[in-house]
């Protein structure tokens, strides 16, 4: 039983001592550099109430918002939205983001983004795929690069969503800057 008890203390004053200085130099020590970084621009264009010609939107809603809130929670969106190197949407695409966004707050506008950016291009050929969540309030936000293919076989890191316009629901650009940590 003495043991037992001894083993009991050893076990309690190892959980409060106070970390050995290797592991508090880890959590000090800053992120590393980013192996590839460049800034992207997407461009959204929403069919809808005033822009009801399907040839010329890049996105669809999918299912109407619910009636919880006005936020529009509940509300899908599909989109094949053109990508390029600087802010003009008549710019030539250098990729394609393919997927979906869902406004997933009762409270406020926020999404859920997952879509890949599709690269085809002499610059460039693969996908990169981004989920994460996108509250619209504050200036950036951050969403996780989960994966790649080609040039970007199995790339992670982080992408910085920037808002540069918002015409009513049916248009916004995003600014993209994205950081790969992980790069073949």
Known sequence: MKGLAAMLLCF?????????????????????????????YYH?????????????STSYRITNATNLGNYQFGSLIV???????????????????????????????????????IFNSTERKGT????????????SRDLSVVGGTGDFFMARGIVTFTTEAIESIEYFRLKMDFKLYECY
């Open 12 to 40: 309690f004053l190892l959980l409060v001592a106070p970390p050995s200085a290797s592991s508090s130099s880890r959590k000090s020590s800053k992120y590393p550099k980013p192996c590839n970084q460049f800034v992207l």
């Open 44 to 56: 959204d264009i929403l069919f809808g109430r005033t822009r009801n010609i399907l040839s010329n």
């Open 79 to 117: 989109f094949d939205d053109p990508i390029t190197k600087d802010e003009n949407l008549r710019s030539p695409p250098v990729a394609t983001a393919q997927g979906l966004y869902v406004y997933d707050m009762r409270s406020d506008y926020s999404t859920l983004f997952a879509f890949s950016l």
């Open 128 to 139: 990169l795929n981004i989920l994460g969540s996108d509250p619209l309030g504050p200036p």
